[in-house]
């Protein structure tokens, strides 16, 4: 990795997606860390990551001037107002003419309220290229959809098991939310299986003009079980439609794995195909044990599939390439 992102404190990355193919000698991409107001422009060149300086404001006094879509929800965060100036950008996905950015919908760690993160963002693109002044649509309506599904009775809670949502992927007009938190149980029984969950959202309906709340029917949500206590860390859109799935522990349980799997349509649903381990021993400056955070998907072969891995809680992300080898 090269360089500084986030101006003077270089933190982990929670997010990215990039434009351009594979084999371009540099790919503009944009990255988010959940503690800014912005996401930041930054070239990818075979594995390395290089800043531009160039910045695409989501919150604060640079934001777009356009009206918020949908209604703010009303959430009873248990202690108030946190910082104004913080995006909680964690997802980020690339369809078609735009960038989709997404907001943890969550209360803080600290059990503070923000509004910026209950948002749902798209950033209009000129071809392969983010413009210097984008066209930038956000929405609250997302709210709407997380408050009126199986996980409506942890909308508004605490971080740690309230809704909160890590994973992002777009795929036609559909984009998918996915949740580290909570994990439902499978059945009533004791012990029973816990999955995580993943929401298909209409893009149209996020992002139709006015104020009124989402409206129609939503599809059915996506249950995966990852593994004892694990949740969801990010999600990315293949060529064909199918997810590729980041998972990790929900909170800091350093004996739950990370691991990525596919999630493979299977008639009208869908099943969870083969998992592969990732790094986990990747340390920060001050040793602390870095998350992987985001998935990107760097080119798709005959049977393969090569992806970069980054980390939050480490400086400029460790970016770690892996390569998926496709069964049957």
């Known amino acids: 990795m090269e360089g ?7 933190r982990g990355i929670s997010g990215m997606a990039c434009l351009g193919r594979a084999g371009d000698a540099e790919r503009p991409c944009l990255v988010i860390n959940d503690e800014e107001a912005a996401a930041e422009i930054a070239l990818l060149a075979g594995d390395r990551l290089k800043p531009t300086g160039r910045a695409v404001p989501i919150i604060g006094k640079d934001a777009p001037d356009r009206p918020i879509l949908g209604r ?3 959430v009873a965060c248990p202690d108030g107002v946190g910082k104004p100036n913080e995006a909680d950008g964690e997802g980020i996905a690339r369809a078609g003419a735009y960038l989709y950015l997404v907001g943890s919908h969550s209360c803080s760690g600290g059990g503070k309220f923000k509004a910026s993160s209950y948002l749902v963002s798209r950033i209009a693109l000129a071809g392969e290229a983010i413009p210097d002044r984008p066209v930038v649509e956000r929405s609250w309506r997302l709210s709407d959809a997380l408050a009126a599904s199986v996980v409506k009775h942890a909308f ?13 992927a777009v795929v036609g007009d559909t984009l ?10 499978r059945s009533d029984a004791a012990g029973s299986p816990r999955d995580a969950v993943i929401f298909p959202v209409s893009i149209p309906a996020l992002f139709a003009p006015g104020d009124a709340p989402l ?6 949500p996506i249950r995966v079980e990852l593994g004892p206590g694990a949740g969801i860390r990010d999600l990315a859109a293949l060529a064909n439609g199918e997810l590729l799935v980041l998972s990790g522990p929900t909170g800091d349980q350093a004996e739950i794995p990370y691991a990525l799997h596919l999630l493979r349509r299977k008639g009208e649903g869908w099943t969870l195909g083969q998992a592969m381990p990732v790094r986990s021993d990747t340390k920060g400056a001050k ?3 870095a998350k992987a955070e985001t998935v990107v998907v760097l080119a798709e072969g005959a049977g393969t599939i090569s992806v970069m891995v980054l980390y939050d809680n480490i400086d400029e992300g460790a ?3 892996h390569e998926i080898i496709l069964q049957p």
């Open 176 to 185: 998918y939310a996915g949740l580290r938190t909570p994990l439902l149980p």
């Open 319 to 321: 970016p770690t390439r």
């Open 4 to 10: 500084r992102f986030f101006g003077k404190q270089p």
């Open 215 to 220: 409206t129609g029917a939503l599809p059915a």
């Open 156 to 168: 508004g809670k605490d971080k740690a098991s309230g809704t909160n949502i890590e994973g992002l």
């Open 72 to 74: 703010q929800p009303a």
């Open 287 to 289: 040793g602390e044990t």
